[in-house]
């Protein structure tokens, strides 16, 4: 029998006397699956839901459950946990509408709809608590690093780092860990961007994808928003996004630093480190998982890397490896 199939059979069991029909939501960069529930007669106020199927050998629906209590409590708008089949793999869950921010997002809307973000972001934060989420810490920033050089490198651009370069990027992992590491700790989405945030009337946005959630850098969500591998902002905008989330967050004694080009220091590491994982996960999604797609977003992701290694002295060896693997010949420096 197929997981569709034996899904079905479970929603009869959860949802009594329902006539339904099943529609594909989505499917995400994972092996979850999710399907609306179209509802002959409302259930609970609902007249549509969504059903989440995750293959338990492949996936675990307990840290969904477990977050989705946490960021409820915290305020946030997440889809509400009605049923479920933790053995299977099934949960059903309260519909969110499928109105992304991604499909919203223009010159015009943008500025309510980023502050609407910000401040759900800060709600976030500031229930923050030490040893409820698994930490953010140097091996898992490493492991996600990893991800570069064994599949972005090797895989996609089957280039074969040479003795000098392997170093340039292990120190380049290192002196972001420890910059990250230096950061206010604080509950962390770990996927806070415009495909899994939703247009919603009251208490916008939705808040969807939110399973991986650690205890991390306070920089790391705004970097996902601010810095979105489907969406680009100019810099200036990004500037004054951040400086209005720096003093919101400085005013209610969230853990930023006191002086807002420290703060912007950190994000943009933050974002860095954030940006050579993503590498690879495009990379791995693409070879691994025939999800060509995301190949697309690849230059926007190495557009903000770049940007980064540019702008400061010590990522300069990253920038270096950045042109070799580009083919990119580096500029003459002319002695003045």
Not at 80 to 107: I, K, M, P
Not at 154 to 175: G, I, R
Not at 273 to 298: C, E, P, T, W
Request: glycine share 4%; proline share 5%; aromatic share 10%.
């Amino acid at each position: 029998m197929d997981r569709k199939n034996q899904l079905e059979i479970w929603l009869k069991q959860v949802l009594p006397a329902q006539t339904f029909t099943l529609t594909t939501a989505s499917a995400d960069a994972s092996f979850r699956r999710y399907f609306r529930v179209h509802l002959a007669h409302e259930f609970k106020g609902h007249q549509t839901l969504i059903a989440m199927d995750a293959p338990p050998p492949q996936e675990d629906c307990t840290p969904f459950v477990h977050v989705a209590h946490l960021f409820l409590a915290a305020g946030l708008n997440v889809p509400q946990v009605l049923a479920q089949d933790l053995a299977n793999g099934f949960l059903l869950l309260s519909d969110l509408g499928d109105n992304t921010y991604l499909s919203a997002l223009n010159t015009t809307t943008a500025q309510k709809m980023v502050g609407d973000a910000t401040d759900a972001l800060i709600k976030l934060q500031l229930a923050s608590k030490p040893n409820i989420l698994p930490n953010y810490d140097a091996t898992l920033l490493t492991r996600e690093m990893q991800l570069f050089p064994d599949w972005y490198v090797a895989k996609h651009l089957k280039f074969e780092l040479n003795a000098e370069q392997q170093t340039a990027l292990k120190n380049t992992f290192e002196l972001l860990n420890k910059n990250i590491l230096a950061q206010g700790q604080v509950y962390v989405h770990r996927d806070y961007h415009s495909r899994n945030l939703m247009m919603t009337k009251d208490n916008n946005p939705g808040v969807l994808d939110f399973q991986d959630a650690v205890y991390g850098a306070i920089t790391y969500d705004l970097v996902s928003l601010l810095k979105d591998a489907y969406i680009q902002w100019d810099e200036e905008q990004i500037i004054d996004w951040a400086v209005r989330y720096w003093e919101k967050a400085r005013k209610l004694k969230l853990p930023v630093p006191s002086d807002f080009s420290e703060f912007y220091r950190d994000f943009e590491w933050m974002g860095a480190q954030r940006h050579i994982k993503v590498l690879g996960i495009f990379a791995r999604l693409s070879h691994r998982d025939g999800k060509d797609g995301y190949l697309n977003d690849m230059p926007l992701v190495l557009h903000y890397l770049r940007k980064v290694c540019e702008r400061y002295v010590e990522l300069r060896p990253m920038l270096r490896l950045l042109d070799a693997l580009e083919g990119r010949v580096p500029r003459p420096k002319y002695v003045v």
